[in-house]
């Protein structure tokens, strides 16, 4: 199956499962107006099922997302899971800053990132994890007396 | 007729020195947040006001309008050289202007972002100054009727920015739209798709998810492309006299048309109240893209085509001064910026509106001499950042990229002002890089986004105005003229571009 029509299908899917269960549980029915709560998000959902569905009719075997454009084939597979890990790691820095705050969480999570990506060079790491932290410490508390995540 | 005496003394108030060097600082500030991904102009306007209650009502009008113009032209520094816009408006010069960067020619591509931009500026400054009066007489016609029409002719540039697939690119614009109807509902105020987030009342905002969408995205591209390389984030040209470094006088030249057409959209959009400089940059881009095609340039758009950031920067910078055409003429805010500027004006006791010119005539004549004075500094104060943004870049991937994802993070967060904003952000991160790694265009779903709830808006105005019957339509006919256009702009953007498309692809 190629790659369009799988995404295809998924989209196709989503539109249903915004139809069949989310857009009847998360918006509310009102009898009257010209536009309703629901009108646009379920013209929309349907939509997205059409859509999804002719993509997936019409997918040519073989065809896959232009690696130009930053496709699958730009990196590969790899380069997805390398993403999604470190989103995931961007995901759970955030999450700490909230409890943590932010002055204690910035220099990790940046630390965290660069020796995952293979930095090991002592003055850079310095420079990402201490300077850079410091310096938006330094304008967004003291200058804007602004707070940061957890402060 | 204003009164000479009252148009000299105004400017010459301007010229001032203590006025220049609040501009200058106006200027710095704005460059400097723009720059950052997620704070950006307006947030620094916001927080600026109140410390402008020290200043005279020109110094404190004179530095928000410089952190406004040097805002604009700071978001475009990162978008072309790490692909992260800075502001959303700056979302499609990161289009051609980062592939220029990633061929060696990044200082090109930032003087073209600086040349237009000052270009668009100064171009709708002009306008504001000469015939402010009767464009705000034509801008009070758009009523809502209109504005959906206008709506419906925005939408239909997407037609000449789905790229390949039709299908991918009607279902990245039908997911934008959806996105959009998150929060109270236009007609009933219900809630709608929050999850229980009391937070979401208000929609998804703009900042998070197109930060989210088109830096982190990114960011996570380019961290996962690294495999124990150690390049720079960008490659700077060495020496003045190479290739990359220089913008010719005909290579400027060259992009006058785009230019011109790019600050005629930025100026009539930003005379209508709530169209904003995003809507602006997009419709120019697509509406140069078209006419390049039409012209068979040779260099594509999205391959690093100055045309491209031409476009956008002087359509963006063309709706600073002209977001002050109903503010000045009438009292009417066009935006968030010209919001800021009447409060800081009604701070210094000054009530906006059509008799500003009559008892405030010296004031706003020196403002407008500050905005052209403005408009220099921004072209001197850019010259001289291009060399500090090169070394900033110049540092390894590595270190650039994890530090960019940090000011987005700080960025987003002090724009909604809670971590929900930033768990929004890193949501659209993960969908921006799902589209863009299955061939769904981000930008189409971005527009789509941006344009659904004022869509819904004036779709919900227009049908009750109306009645529900398409014949009451005849009473508005500048909606008719703008349908008419949308029609013919999706005929000539979409089915006859895609035509072209396929002729040119058959001869190759």
Redesign the interface.
Known sequence: MTLDRVTGLLVAALGGVLLVAVIPDQVETVDYGWVRPGTLPTVLAAVLVALGLVQAALARRGAAADPDDGGVGDGGIGAVARAALYLAVAALGVWAMGRIGFVWVAPALVLALMLLVGERRPHWMAVAAIVVPGVIWLVVEVLLGRTLPGG | MPDIATVLAGVGDALSLANLLWVVAGVAVGQFVGAVPGIGPIMAMA?AVPFTFVMSPLAAISFLMGVNKGGLFGGAIPAVLINTPGTPDAAATALDGHPLARQGKAPKALKMALYASITGDTFSDMVLITVSAPLAAVALMMGPVEVFCLMVLAFSVIAGLV???L??G??AA??G??CA?VGL????G??????GQFALYDGLPLAPVAIGMLA?AEI??R??????T?RAAVHMPRGRGADGGRLTWAEYWACRGTMARGAAIGTVLGAIPGIGSTAAAFLSYASARQARKARRDPVEFGAGNLHGIAATESANSSVVGANLIPLLTLGIPGSIGAALVISALMIQGIQPGPLLFEQQGRLIYGLFGAMMMANFVNFWMGQLGLRFWARVVA??E??V???A???C??GV??STGD?LG??VM?VF??VG?AM?????SVVVFIIAFFLGPRF?LS??QT??IID?KPLEMLDHPVGLALLACAVAAAYWMGVRGRRRERAAEGEK
């Open positions: 927080i790229g390949d697939s299908v991918k009607l279902a039908a997911l739209l959806l109807t509902d236009p007609e009933h219900t809630p709608r798709l929050i999850f982190v996570l591209r961290l996962a492309a690294i495999r124990g150690r540092a390894p590595s270190v990229f994890p530090s994802l940090l000011l993070v700080v967060y002090m971590l930033v768990a890193l991160a993960g890089y863009t790694a299955t061939g769904y819904e779709l919900s049908l009750t529900g």
